[in-house]
């Protein structure tokens, strides 16, 4: 069983619209969650990150966590063609991530269309 | 310079060269990382240093060599690589080794082992 899924895409919006990214994790002890985004050939930037259950707002950016179900996802609102890149989902501490052992996801495409 | 730097940022080698990989942070961070990302593959941790000392290792074969003489910088000595050894390694570092503590990546090194 992989440690955090995401599904690898792609996936395409249209500009404007809601972009929605999904993660499950395995780890129940995890405490912090995060997502980077990551233009092809270029190096992971941070953008959120959650550590407690709810909502998290950044401007266009929103990051929800659901504990009970292992759950953590990114909204993008008013999708740009600029947010067109791959989002990595990273989990932190827990039993596989202990201290800051950061454990990755294969990271979502996700392409946003004129 | 800001964030986090490497050099070289591409890197064509033979399986019989000894070559490194050097880091930067230029953020005050006190913990410094290696990754691994392979195509299709979710990123790797490699090596994981705080304060100059090494604390995790993460299965790497020997071939690959990290030495950490500051908290500042941080190298990644190679030898006798495989060709699958060929990817994009990344460093990072955050200040500290908390679950909480943010990484922030540098733009990576991209290995090409012939």
């Known amino acids: 069983q992989k440690e955090v899924e995401q599904n690898s895409g792609p996936l395409s919006v249209p500009e404007g619209a809601i972009a929605s990214l999904n993660c499950t994790y395995s780890?129940?002890?995890?405490?912090?969650f995060f997502w980077y985004r990551q233009y092809s050939g270029k190096s992971p930037e941070l953008i959120m990150f959650?550590?407690?259950?709810g909502d998290k707002e950044d401007g266009r950016f929103t990051a929800q966590l659901n504990k009970a179900s292992q759950y953590v996802s990114l909204l993008i609102r008013d999708s740009q063609p600029s947010d067109s890149a791959t989002y990595l989902c990273?989990?932190?501490?827990?039993?596989?991530?202990?201290?800051?052992?950061?454990?990755f996801g294969t990271g979502t495409q996700l392409k946003v269309e004129l | 310079e800001t964030g986090v730097t490497q050099t070289p940022r591409h890197l064509v080698m033979g399986m019989t060269n000894k070559k490194s990989l050097k880091c930067e942070q230029h953020?005050?961070?006190?913990?410094m990382y290696w990754y691994k990302q392979s195509a299709k593959k979710p990123l790797e941790l490699m090596f994981v240093?705080?304060?100059?000392?090494?604390?995790e290792n993460n299965s790497v074969p020997s071939r690959f060599s990290p030495e950490c003489p500051n908290s500042s910088h941080l190298f990644l000595h190679l030898h006798t690589l495989q060709p699958e050894d060929s990817a994009l390694y990344l460093c990072?570092?955050?200040?500290?080794?908390?679950?909480?503590?943010?990484?922030?990546f540098g733009p990576g090194t991209r290995l090409t082992v012939l």
């Open positions: 780890d129940r002890g995890s405490q912090s």
């Open positions: 953020l005050g961070h006190n913990a």
């Open positions: 990072a570092s955050s200040q500290g080794l908390r679950a909480h503590n943010e990484q922030f």
């Open positions: 990273a989990v932190n501490g827990g039993l596989t991530g202990g201290g800051n052992k950061l454990t």
């Open positions: 240093y705080s304060l100059e000392e090494r604390v």
């Open positions: 959650i550590y407690s259950n």
